[in-house]
């Protein structure tokens, strides 16, 4: 590889780096309500069922159920959350693999490969920002939040 094109990889490289940091700060900024009822709403709810469980006339074992009781809905929340990011994480990661695949191909056949791999990463990256609003609100009707943040 001659210095031209190793240059120009080190910046495709670096404006890679930069959108795949929009994609995270898009998603942080998007997905922050939700984030916050996790957080806020149900952990507190958790937390206030889970103290009325700690009662003298019950038995450990039975305040040991009534704490996993109180975990319930949390954890159910937190498991659909944790799934549709890692949908959401895995489509942008195959299409950046269409991108890399398309890019090694082209690398072949033509000089300015990487023009186009950026060019096609961009586009990706771009689809998987413009989804994130219907992937919270998808979450938001799921964990029963309105928009004003309150159930």
């Given at each position: 590889m001659d210095h031209l094109a190793a240059a120009e990889e080190q910046i495709a490289s670096q404006r890679l780096r930069q959108k795949l940091e929009e994609v995270n700060v898009a998603a942080q900024t998007n997905l922050a309500p939700v984030q916050d009822h996790v957080n806020f709403t149900l952990q507190k709810a958790y937390f206030k069922c889970a103290y009325e469980c700690f009662d003298r006339s019950r038995r450990q074992q039975?305040?040991?159920?009534?704490?996993?009781?109180?975990?319930?809905?949390?954890?159910?929340?937190?498991?659909?959350?944790?799934?549709?990011?890692?949908?959401?994480?895995?489509?942008?990661?195959?299409?950046?693999m269409v991108c890399q695949d398309k890019y090694e191909a082209a690398k072949l056949q033509k000089a300015g490969a990487?023009?186009?791999?950026?060019?096609?990463?961009?586009?990706?990256?771009?689809?998987?920002?413009?989804?994130?609003?219907?992937?919270v609100n998808r979450l938001k009707a799921s964990f029963g939040i309105s928009d004003t943040g309150s159930l």
């Amino acid at each position: 590889m001659d210095h031209l094109a190793a240059a120009e990889e080190q910046i495709a490289s670096q404006r890679l780096r930069q959108k795949l940091e929009e994609v995270n700060v898009a998603a942080q900024t998007n997905l922050a309500p939700v984030q916050d009822h996790v957080n806020f709403t149900l952990q507190k709810a958790y937390f206030k069922c889970a103290y009325e469980c700690f009662d003298r006339s019950r038995r450990q074992q039975e305040i040991s159920n009534c704490v996993e009781n109180c975990s319930i809905p949390l954890a159910n929340v937190q498991q659909t959350f944790d799934n549709e990011m890692a949908r959401f994480q895995e489509r942008l990661n195959r299409s950046l693999m269409v991108c890399q695949d398309k890019y090694e191909a082209a690398k072949l056949q033509k000089a300015g490969a990487t023009n186009d791999l950026v060019s096609c990463a961009d586009q990706s990256i771009q689809e998987s920002i413009n989804m994130l609003p219907h992937l919270v609100n998808r979450l938001k009707a799921s964990f029963g939040i309105s928009d004003t943040g309150s159930l």
